[in-house]
């Protein structure tokens, strides 16, 4: 039986919102969320804010609280959080279209709450891959911004020595970014139960696409979590699409959030960072507390093209882009902490213009780092553990022998 957690909040008078805010935000198509009852002075003081109604769908699981505890400085770092990567891929927008960056390149502007919402949910030593749209994970993870944006440049100085490019970025309990639809999910499988082996109590969070939600691969690591009651959080990052394809054409049921079957599920509101918090601090105590794994699923769009060769307007209408960019992740937020006295309008701006600032310089560094010198040492590096490389290396053919 399903128990219900969700908070009552009742704002003293006068301080309910506007009319005219109400209205801005309806017209903007995001649920309403009355605001904390009580907002204390200091930044990091802990308060509660409820989530809207419509933050959760569950399969065979209780709800998370329609509440989440924060504080200000939480508050105020998630909207920063958001902002840097929006930035961070508009920079390497720019120096795609300036033929600075070549091959592939997969933004994620318009889905920046669920890596940001998810990252404050989790602890460093949890462990997290996804797939290859990957610049914003790997920020949340740890990656500097000129360390991702010399990746995408091929630098020395890149992530991944300018080795891995927009898909293969990696950081310390961050297994990246992955090129092969579907690929990482049993990867996260094994990563799981490499953590339940060593009993390291941490949980693993997994990140796939709707459109990798069909592959054979993702049912067999779902049947080998359940059965090995691995602690992991399955996630689709359902954004609609799967390259030019709409996740109606290409599934035949797309509640990605009940595709475990004999896992439980959670579909999460996955343009509102305050209901993905809530979902992932939820869901690791629940794995945790040994129950085994979750199938969830995060609702989002993608604002951009699949990737850069795609303008993204061939198969859907600007009618549609227009209405889902009116549910901007990064905008709701703000309007709720303007709307709950957190930050002001200005403050807001002034946030966005030091973000700008800083974003800019990183991408600045990132442009003066070198270029990997061409020698097969440095080809050959990174691929073994230090110690455990042979002490020939082939190539494709017997000339082709280095030592
Ligand atoms: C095994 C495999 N099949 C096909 C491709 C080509 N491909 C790259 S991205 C993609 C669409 C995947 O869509 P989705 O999982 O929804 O992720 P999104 O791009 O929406 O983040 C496809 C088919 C691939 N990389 N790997
Ligand atoms: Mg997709």
Redesign the pocket.
Known sequence: MLISTKAKFFLPLGARRSTVTRLRAEQRGFAQVTGPETIPEENDRPFTIPLAEESFQTYNLDPPPYFVETTKNQLKQLYRDMIVIRRMELGADQLYKERKIRGFC?LSTGQEAVAVGIEHAISKEDKLIT???SHGFTYMRGGTIRSIIGELLGCRDGIAHGKGGSMHMYSKSYFGGN?????NVPLRAGIALAQQYDETGNVTINL?????ANQGQVHEAFNMAKLWNLPVIFGC?N?K???GTSDKRASAMTEYYKRGQYIPGLRIDGMDVLAVLTAVKHGRDFVKRGNGPLVYEYVTY?FAG?SMSDPGIAYRSRAELQKTRENDPLTNLKMKLVDWGIITEDEAKAIEKEVRRFVNEEVENAKQMPAPEASLDVLFEDIYVPGSEPSQRRGRTVDETWC
């Open positions: 997969h797939a290859y749209r090129g092969i639809v579907g690929a796939y696409g709707d459109g990798a990052e954004n699409y799967g390259m993608r699949h």
